[in-house]
């Protein structure tokens, strides 16, 4: 399944048994620590595929599903379902396609990370290829933009987690289907222009590699900031 924390609650959505998949949407109170199902005011039909391995995004208002599928299919990401939390309804929305070379390929098993109203989407495996792209969809406009950048090789089944300062690490995956061969490699790409600081720390951690064994007051002393310091205890 995939999940996300807004305004205190957690929602989680989709998912298999393994032999059966889902288009629930469940909802956990992170203070009352109480479920609730949560029943959309949709037709069966207007309701999202049923579908595990995809991902998820949110502006506060909107859920937004990004791919995913079953065993024997990818959804596409040309047009994608919206759960409203004001409305309760599940919306479709039509999304915007690169200038030069259109939407991405319908994908499962990828992995997504947001920064504001931007969310990137990078790998994943269509059915047929394993994908080493990488994408960028804002929530604001809809509009899908091709990075330039690739993945160093591609990957499906990894995971991505983004730092506050707007560096992705990709880390592990499978990168063959025949030989389902996996991979424990952890990669990072920076999706904004890092600031001098983030740029500054990191040729210290290069050149100095051992600032981690030293104690706080050695630190302190050698100049880094009480944030720095923080960083490696």
């Known amino acids: 399944q995939a999940m996300a924390i807004i ?33 959309p ?5 207007d ?15 909107r859920i937004y599903i990004l791919g995913g599928g079953t065993s024997w299919t990818a959804y596409s990401l040309d047009k994608i379902h919206a759960y409203n939390l004001e409305t309760n309804t599940w919306e479709e929305i039509t999304t915007k396609p690169h200038e030069k070379v259109g939407f991405p390929a319908a994908r499962r098993c990828h992995s997504c990370v947001q920064i504001k109203n931007d969310v990137f989407v ?12 990488v994408w960028k969809l804002n929530l604001q406009t809809f509009q899908w933009l091709k990075l330039p950048a690739a993945m160093p090789e591609p990957v499906y089944f990894h995971c991505a987690a983004v730092t506050p300062a707007g560096c992705m690490y990709v880390h592990g995956g499978v990168v063959n289907i025949h030989e389902n061969k996996r991979t424990g490699s952890l990669f990072k790409m920076w999706l904004v222009v890092p600031s001098l600081l983030e740029l500054c720390w990191e040729k210290l951690l290069e050149c100095f590699p051992h600032l981690a064994t030293l104690s706080r007051s050695q630190l ?14």
């Open 122 to 133: 990078c790998g994943g495996y269509n059915g047929e290829v394993i994908l080493g792209d």
């Open 220 to 233: 302190l002393h050698l100049g880094l900031t009480q944030g720095l310091v923080e960083r490696l205890k």
């Open 47 to 61: 309701m999202p595929e049923e579908r595990y391995r995809h991902e998820i995004a949110h502006d506060g208002q």
């Open 7 to 39: 305004n205190g609650c957690l929602y989680v959505f989709g998912g298999t048994t393994g032999y059966i998949y889902s288009t629930d949407l469940h909802k956990l109170d992170l203070n009352t620590r109480e479920w609730s199902q949560l029943k």
């Open 41 to 45: 005011n949709n037709l069966s039909c």
